[in-house]
Structures are given as structure tokens and as C-alpha cells.
């Protein structure tokens, strides 16, 4: 059996307030039982749905009305045409606004914002248009489906799904999983002890303290990620990537956008083009990727394997193997390992620079063309070949046993630029 109660009530519609118009404010307040497991349900739109959790089986609907007109009358009986129904079957308790045509009339406006207090557990669903929606300390799941306007849910738990368009979207404090997706608006999330799904386009992504994995897929916005206990991956386009502090593996693609990643546990593997490429303090591997950008890779514990073109890669403080391929472009590799690690580098038009640690053994195969080869390093069964350039002999190849422990292989390719192999200070 379903019961309707019709109540007079709220909203906003195009402009509220025009030149000289006049105004007719009204408040109008319902409260309505809510039986353990039964959701609440509000379609809305011309203005702002306030909720948030109380105690007891019951709901209180309040809605300030306001209605502009050119004379008095005519507001007060455009109010009295708003109407608000609240239907209640055994499963859900479903707010509607119901609003006039204007027929075509101008200088008039109305808009209604509703404040409802809830039975803490209650599952709440919402549709809005043309205003906000703020949900505080729920302790259930909520559905937020809204546009034109912000939307905030803070604390509580359950699930969060929200939908938005032209407005910021922030959601805080929940232990539960997180789904988000908006467009032109920013996205705010903090203190999430669940998984968290991000998706936007033309708004900045901010991301902090999320307890399980992290995707985000972003679009002419920057994104900022920080403390994930999770493995994370991001997807962007236009606009900078930062991740400072994950758990797990880092997964970032890129495009047309800076990639900065640093403190993270487990693997970082990145992409991008057309801007600088930074990862630092990599406990796991890295992997980068990078057209037309520069990359700096320091303090990564793993191996790393990069590749770049018409820009430069520097490789700092690095413990695992090297593998770096470039264009176009220098390349410095700083190896700080105390045990043996291949380092195998190739690029042309540009120079080489290449820095070990003492007493770990490689075996060198240095060569380049248009160029020279040169090591402070003494060699053992060494072989060069020595070309003459300007009135110089210049060697253009370098092979021989670094002596050392290990045996692993350091393989420097090169054309049109220098090679240079050295021991490190420390």
C-alpha cells in the first residue's frame, strides 16, 4: 500500500531575484516515520538538499521556499503551484519536487533548499539539478546523481557513489569504498579506508589517505595522490600527475602531462610525453616511458628501465640494474649498487656519462662514431680502437675487465657524442 502526502513546498528555478521584483518567503517542515531498512529517496532540482544523520526511526523534511514575482501576488501564487510529494512503500520513502510551467513569463523565479535529518542507517539515493547536495555522518550507503551544483558527503559509513557536472565533487572520512565520476568540477577525497574510483575531465583531482586501491582516470586537469595504502593507477591527459607516498605498485599514463612520483613501496611504471618525467625513492622497479621529455630517476632500490627521445635521462642513486634508451638526448647514470648490475645504455647525438661504484667487477664494451670513448678506470685485457680526428687520436671503442666483484656487463652505445666511464667519489 503506498500513501502519498502532498506538501507545499520549494525551489528555484532560472534567475530568483530580477530587477524590482517582489519576494514571498515560506518554510514548510514534515516528519515522516523510517522502519529499519527502508531507503530515502529525493528527485530535486532549482536548489540545495542539506541531510544529515539523527537519532530515532524518523525523518524531518524542512523546505525554505522563496518565489519572486513582479507583484506580491504573483509570487505567492506561484508558491502555492510548488508542490513537494513524499510516497512511502515498504522498501523506499521517495521526495519529489513538482514545479509550474512559467508559460513564457519573465522576471520570475522561485528555488527551494531542503534540510532532512535521517535515521543514521538509512540508505539515501539522490537526484538533483541546478543546486547542491552535502550529506553528513550517514551511516549507510549513499547515491548521488547530480548537476549544476556541489556535492560534499563527509564521515559516516557505506558506500559512496556520486555523479556531478559544473560543480566539485568532496567526499571525506569514510572507511567505506568510494566511486566518483564528474566533469567540469574539482574532485576532492580524503580519509578513505576503502578502494577509490575517480573519473573526470576538465577539473583538478586531489587524492589523500585512501586505505585500499586507488584508480583514477583523468582529463585537462592535474592530479595529486598522496598516502595510498593500495596499489594505484592513473590515467590523465593535459594537466601535471603527482603520487607522493603508495603502499603498493604505481601505475601512471600520461599524455601531454608532467609525471612526478616519489616514496613509493612497490613498482612505478610511467608514461608520458611533452613534459618532465621525475620518480624518486623507488623501492620496487621503475619503468618510464617518455616522447619528447626530460627524466630524472633517483634513489630506486629495483632495477630501471627508461626510454626517452630528444631530451635527457639522469639516473641517480640507483641499486638495481640500468637499462636506458634514448634519442637525441644525454644520459648520466649514477650506479650506487655494491654488487654487480648490468648497465646498458644507447643513445646518439648527445653524450654519456657513466659513474660505479669501486669494487664491483664489470666487463665494458664502450663504443660510439663521431665521438670519443674515455675511463679513469684502469682496464684488464683492454682493446681500443683509435680513430684521428682534427689532429687528435680519439678512442672511438673501449673494451675490457673492470676488476671487481661481479662480472656483469656495462654496455655503452653511442653516435655523434662522447662516452665517459668513471668511479664514484663515495
Keep these: 500500500m503506498r500513501r502519498a502526502i502532498s506538501l507545499v513546498t520549494t525551489l528555484l528555478t532560472c534567475t530568483l531575484t530580477a530587477f524590482g521584483a ?122 548521488i546523481n547530480n548537476r549544476n551544483g556541489d556535492v ?67 582529463g585537462n586537469g592535474t592530479v595529486d595522490v598522496r598516502d595510498v595504502a593500495g596499489d594505484a593507477s592513473i590515467s590523465n591527459s593535459f594537466g601535471g600527475v603527482t603520487v607522493t607516498g603508495a603502499k603498493g605498485d604505481v601505475v601512471v599514463k600520461n599524455q601531454n ?36 621529455s626530460s627524466m630524472r630517476l633517483t634513489g630506486v632500490q629495483g632495477g630501471v628501465n627508461a626510454r626517452t627521445s630528444f631530451s635527457g635521462i639522469t639516473v641517480a642513486d640507483v641499486v638495481g640494474p640500468v637499462t636506458l634508451s634514448n634519442q637525441n638526448g644525454s644520459v648520466t647514470v649514477e650506479s650506487s649498487a655494491t654488487r654487480c648490475q648490468p648497465i646498458l645504455v644507447t643513445t646518439s647525438f648527445s653524450a654519456i656519462r657513466v659513474t660505479i661504484r669501486d669494487g664491483v667487477g664489470y666487463n665494458l664494451d664502450a663504443r660510439t662514431s663521431f665521438g670519443r670513448v674515455s675511463t679513469t678506470i684502469p682496464l684488464r685485457d683492454s682493446s681500443r680502437n683509435t680513430n684521428a680526428r682534427n689532429g687528435q687520436f680519439l678512442d672511438s671503442s673501449i673494451s675490457g675487465r673492470i676488476e671487481g666483484n661481479g662480472n656483469c656487463e656495462l654496455r655503452l652505445n653511442n653516435q655523434n657524442g662522447s662516452i665517459d666511464i668513471a668511479k664514484s667519489v663515495n
Design 152 to 218: 560534499r558527503l563527509i564521515g559516516g559509513r557505506g558506500r559512496r557513489d556520486v555523479e556531478n557536472s559544473f560543480g566539485d565533487i568532496e567526499v571525506r572520512s569514510t572507511p567505506g569504498d568510494v566511486r566518483v565520476k564528474n566533469s567540469n568540477g574539482m574532485v576532492t577525497i580524503s580519509d578513505a579506508g576503502g578502494g577509490v574510483e575517480v573519473t573526470n575531465r576538465f577539473g583538478r583531482v586531489g587524492v589523500a589517505k585512501i586505505g585500499g586501491k586507488l584508480s583514477v582516470n583523468g
Design 257 to 292: 602531462g608532467e609525471v612526478k612520483a616519489s616514496d613509493v613501496a612497490g613498482d612505478v611504471t610511467a608514461t608520458t610525453s611533452f613534459a618532465g618525467l621525475t620518480l624518486e625513492r623507488v623501492q620496487g622497479d621503475a619503468i618510464a616511458t617518455a616522447n619528447n
Design 22 to 143: 517582489e519576494q514571498v518567503q515560506r518554510e514548510f517542515q514534515r516528519t515522516v516515520a523510517v522502519p529499519t531498512g527502508r531507503s530515502f529517496q529525493i528527485d530535486h532540482s532549482f536548489g540545495n538538499v542539506a541531510v544529515r544523520a539523527g537519532q530515532g526511526r524518523e525523518a524531518s523534511i524542512r523546505a525554505s521556499i522563496e518565489c519572486s514575482a513582479d507583484t506580491r501576488a504573483e509570487a505567492e501564487a506561484l508558491c502555492g503551484q510548488i508542490q513537494i510529494s513524499v510516497n512511502e512503500s515498504a522498501t523506499a520513502i521517495r521526495v519529489q519536487s513538482n514545479y509550474p510551467q512559467d508559460g513564457g513569463r519573465r522576471n520570475v523565479g522561485f528555488r527551494a533548499n531542503f534540510d532532512i535529518v535521517l535515521p543514521e542507517n538509512t540508505p539515501f539515493e539522490a537526484t538533483n539539478r541546478f543546486g547542491g547536495i552535502a550529506v553528513n555522518d550517514l551511516q549507510a550507503a549513499i547515491t
